[in-house]
């Protein structure tokens, strides 16, 4: 365990904000989180209030932080019994995502592939319900192994009871603050089951690797390359990805975007009918179309391949100039087009 006061954040945030934290505390093992959430031993010590970060890479931090920030240095991989075809791992919270995808495609295991190179940590992807490329990490989700703040007490909960959706969980709403996650078990398989309905995926598998069948460790490349193509080198460029959600809208607020693109030319509008009845519309067309590709604000900025990325240009942005940029987009895009949009990246 570590415990250090008046820490800089700024490598803790992969938006670069230089800002910092009264207190920044890591733990290796569960007993440990339970041992300073329970006995009272940290009582006094631990300015408050508590924040949980993984990786730091979907969360902007407004202003220096009063609290203490925990963080899980808890990065065991465990193979569990297989169940059926399923290959199944207790992969722990602090684990860097990517590792966990690197190893699976080495080994080839099919799971994680699509969602290659997404920054952050274990523990964060299940409770953001980190998505690309056509899947979403709660399909491979089996159990998010939690310490119970309220209780204290370990729990195992199914991916079932977890009220997993787009970008969204439980842990992000209602249980915000109950449960901190330690470990979550995925299910993986050798079953040749890849993913590549999703945008130009299956185009580019092909250009590279030829028809098939493929490998994960080659869909894993591909999805890599894309992304790397879009999507700015977190060593070069502070951001926390995709800074807003896609819009899921009424099919009259569509209509209206529809007749609106038509009467200005702006071509056909990009849409996806949902289940509900909803349609979703990529953010990223709409902010596109108000002009903001490679737009600056002081140091703030919109990454001109995907401007659903707000980006730290300078690497010394403000947090006031991230949230000057962002409500200039989204002002622009609701003058425009009627749709307010909501940031996916959780403020601090
Ligand atoms: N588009 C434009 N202009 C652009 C870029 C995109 O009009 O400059 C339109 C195009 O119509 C394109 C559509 O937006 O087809 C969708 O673009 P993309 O495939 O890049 O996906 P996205 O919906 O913008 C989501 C995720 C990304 C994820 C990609 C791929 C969200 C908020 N974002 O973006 O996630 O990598 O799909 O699956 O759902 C992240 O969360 O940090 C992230 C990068």
């Given amino acids: 365990m570590k415990l250090s006061y008046n820490v800089d954040l700024k490598s803790r945030n992969t938006f670069g904000m230089a800002v910092r934290a009264a207190a920044f505390l890591e733990y290796d093992s569960v007993q440990e989180l339970a041992d300073l959430l329970s006995d009272g031993r940290f009582a006094g010590e631990l300015p408050l209030p508590l924040l949980h970060i993984g990786g730091g890479s979907n969360l902007l931090f407004t202003g220096d932080f009063p609290g203490t920030v925990l963080h899980s240095r808890i990065?065991?991989?465990?193979?569990?019994?297989?169940?059926?075809?399923?290959?199944?791992?207790?992969?722990?919270?602090?684990?860097?995502?990517?590792?966990?995808?690197a190893w699976a495609a080495s080994e080839g295991f099919w799971g994680p592939e699509n969602l290659s190179l997404i920054p952050g940590e274990a523990g964060a992807a299940a409770v953001q319900n980190i998505g690309a490329y056509g899947r979403e990490v709660c399909e491979l989700i089996e159990t998010v192994e939690c310490y119970d703040v309220l209780r204290h007490r370990p729990v195992s909960l199914p991916a079932a009871e977890c009220g997993y959706g787009y970008r969204d969980s439980r842990f992000k709403n209602e249980w915000k603050g109950r449960y901190i996650v330690t470990a979550v078990v995925f299910r993986l398989s050798r079953s040749y089951r890849p993913v590549l309905d999703y945008g130009h995926v299956g185009q580019a598998l092909e250009a590279a690797c030829g028809s098939g069948p493929y490998t994960p460790q080659q869909v894993r490349d591909t999805v890599i390359a894309i992304r790397k193509n879009k999507l700015p080198d977190p060593a070069e460029t502070g951001s926390a990805g995709s800074f807003f959600r896609n819009p899921f809208v009424l099919p009259e607020q569509y209509a209206r975007v529809e007749r609106i693109a038509a009467q200005e030319g702006l071509g056909p509008v990009p849409h996806f009918l949902m289940d509900d009845g909803t349609v979703k519309i990529p953010a990223a067309w709409l902010i596109d179309k108000c002009g903001w590709k490679g737009q600056r604000r002081g140091n703030a900025g919109v990454w001109p391949v995907q401007p659903l990325v707000l980006v730290n240009a300078t690497g010394t942005a403000t947090p006031d100039e991230i949230l000057a940029l962002e409500e200039a987009v989204i002002a622009s895009v609701r003058t425009r087009f009627g749709i307010v949009l909501r940031p996916e990246v959780e403020h601090i």
């Fill in 75 to 101: 990065r065991l991989m465990t193979p569990l019994p297989a169940e059926g075809e399923n290959f199944r791992i207790r992969v722990g919270a602090g684990v860097v995502w990517d590792e966990f995808c």
